[in-house]
Nanobody, 120 residues
Framework: VQLQASGGGLVQAGGSLRLSCAAS????????MGWYRQGPGKERELVAT???????TYADSVKGRFTISRDYAKNTVYLQMNSLKPEDTAVYYC???????????????WGQGTLVTVSS
């Protein structure tokens, strides 16, 4: 399974960016798709996740500003980021939990990361 993330870049505070992450490979079901981030000198943290029944979770720090969505046909997850703040600066990683067949264990996979820099 491979994850290809894109959409990072440099943006001014208050601006917007949209991240995309497409999953490819051999899997029967993608149970959870999500985004994590790691800022300078910080540990990796959860940003948002979306499950196969479209249930979403968000970190408190991004609620009301970020929106996660997925395209089932394209096996792609998106993160729309609005009202960006300098503290949102980080490498953003996509992550999925998937199964290769029914009744098999869930397996996790990480994307390569995309850098988001928010200038003040």
């Amino acid at each position: 399974v491979q994850l290809q993330a894109s959409g990072g870049g440099l943006v001014q505070a208050g601006g917007s960016l949209r991240l995309s992450c497409a999953a490819s490979g051999s899997f029967a079901t993608i149970n959870v798709m999500g985004w994590y981030r790691q800022g300078p000198g910080k540990e990796r943290e959860l940003v948002a996740t979306v499950t196969s029944d479209d249930s979403t979770t968000y970190a408190d720090s991004v609620k009301g500003r970020f929106t996660i969505s997925r395209d089932y046909a394209k096996n792609t997850v998106y993160l729309q980021m609005n009202s960006l703040k300098p503290e949102d600066t980080a490498v953003y990683y996509c992550h999925i939990e998937y199964q290769t067949a029914s009744y098999t264990p869930h397996t996790g996979s990480w994307g390569q990361g995309t850098l988001v820099t928010v200038s003040s």
